[in-house]
T-cell receptor
């Protein structure tokens, strides 16, 4: 059974810093890994999707990497801004794809102005 | 244009009642899902469904049942509501099979059982 862990659970950094959020998963037989952002009281916004055959994906200031063999993914945020404050969730699609995503518990990120 | 929509956004009801949450996607996707986010903000899959197959997470009580009138809709029916059912319920969809595609989430329905 897939388990996804995110470290740290919470992070507070000054504006402008580069930062890394970590995600690990126990079953390396994944189809893909998806990073989401969730603002308080809101739904999930998809940030990046990395297919199992890919090593990384980039979108603007965000870069996500995937190392299946070690069961790890990282989300790198460059030049952080207060608007980046949110909870970041990683989720792995594994087993039968129809089993749905297995989510980590998220990293609550605060960017201090 | 809303890709995945849910109604209602908020639902407050008493224990023992039966309620439904509606989900619609206008993306032409073939696979739809229901997820539950508990009070600790942990998201877990409840169901996945396409035209051919319903996959039920084994931990979901049989008081919960998905109903799909057509490919664009997957509604969630909950019978005999309990206090522990209070949570935020998210609907999601993805293209056929979903194995390699993004899942798109709705805005969520906050269910409060009193």
């Amino acid at each position: 059974k897939q388990e996804v862990t995110q470290i740290p659970a919470a992070l507070s950094v000054p504006e402008g810093e580069n930062l890394v959020l970590n995600c690990s998963f126990t079953d390396s037989a994944i189809y893909n890994l998806q990073w989401f952002r969730q603002d308080p009281g809101k739904g999930l916004t998809s940030l990046l999707l990395i297919q199992s055959s890919q090593r990384e994906q980039t979108s603007g200031r965000l870069n996500a990497s995937l190392d299946k063999s070690s069961g790890r993914s990282t989300l790198y945020i460059a030049a952080s801004q207060p608007g980046d404050s949110a909870t970041y969730l990683c989720a792995a699609l594994s087993g039968g794809g129809a089993d749905g995503l297995t989510f980590g518990k998220g990293t609550h990120l605060i960017i201090q102005p | 244009d809303t890709a995945v929509s849910q109604t209602p956004k908020y639902l407050v009801t008493q224990m023992g009642n039966d309620k439904s949450i509606k989900c619609e996607q206008n993306l032409g996707h073939d696979t739809m899902y229901w997820y539950k986010q508990d009070s600790k903000k942990f998201l877990k899959i409840m169901f996945s469904y396409n035209n051919k197959e319903l996959i039920i997470n084994e931990t979901v009580p049989n008081r919960f049942s998905p109903k799909s009138p057509d490919k664009a809709h997957l509604n969630l029916h909950i019978n005999s509501l309990e206090l522990g059912d209070s949570a935020v319920y998210f609907c999601a969809s993805s293209p056929a099979g979903g194995w390699s595609y993004e899942q798109y989430f709705g805005p969520g329905t906050r269910l409060t059982v009193t």
